[in-house]
T-cell receptor, first 114, second 110 residues
């Protein structure tokens, strides 16, 4: 059964902590994306990756970091430099990296800062 | 700044009616257009994609695209209470970015 998985579903972070959100896909998609969603707002792009070992900053990359060591995996680290990290984080993937293609989403991780 | 605009709603329609959701976008070079449905607390799921001017139908859903007017819409026929959700319009601008609107909340009253 192909799809995108994200873990954990809920995550709580204390001030000053770094936390890592997992995203895995078995769809054999080239491109992967991380978005942040705040109440009443559209999805905002944090980082995206078109191929393994390569990634680019999106519109709101400050305070976040990513890696793409495997095609299937694109973890997102929320660092202590991100001042307002409480949000719903969505990972997505698409088939081809050379054109803008339909993006499919994982179930999301809801991060709350305590 | 490339933008995608949607009326936030809520749009309220009675069961069985047609719901009409609208979206405008600013980048004339946009190539691909998508409608996603998002239930509260869940992730977006794709309903329709449309790439050329005109209408595209899939079951109870019809997407309409007018590139000259920079306008895309989604019609939901025979609306059901289970259609109550937030509908996101997304526009791919020809690079590797897709811009999402903030969404329109739809309520279908039984």
């Amino acid at each position: 059964d192909g799809g995108i998985t994200q873990s954990p579903k809920y995550l709580f972070r204390k001030e000053g902590q770094n936390v890592t959100l997992s995203c895995e896909q078995n769809l054999n998609h080239d491109a992967m994306y991380w978005y942040r969603q705040d109440p009443g707002q559209g999805l905002r792009l944090i980082y995206y990756s078109q191929i393994v070992n390569d990634f680019q900053k999106g519109d709101i990359a400050e305070g976040y970091s990513v890696s793409r060591e495997k095609k299937e995996s694109f973890p997102l680290t929320v660092t202590s430099a991100q001042k307002n990290p409480t949000a719903f984080y969505l990972c997505a993937s698409s088939i081809e990296s050379r054109k803008t293609d339909t993006q499919y989403f994982g179930p999301g991780t809801r991060l709350t800062v305590l | 700044q490339k933008e995608v605009e949607q009326n936030s709603g809520p749009l309220s329609v009675p069961e069985g009616a047609i719901a009409s959701l609208n979206c405008t976008y600013s980048d004339r070079g946009s190539q691909s257009f998508f409608w996603y449905r998002q239930y509260s607390g869940k992730s977006p799921e794709l309903i329709m994609s449309i790439y050329s001017n005109g209408d595209k139908e899939d079951g109870r859903f019809t997407a309409q695209l007018n590139k000259a007017s920079q306008y895309v819409s989604l019609l939901i026929r025979d609306s059901q209470p289970s259609d109550s959700a937030t509908y996101l319009c997304a526009v791919a601008t020809g690079g590797f970015k897709t811009i999402f609107g903030a969404g329109t909340r739809l309520f279908v009253k039984a």
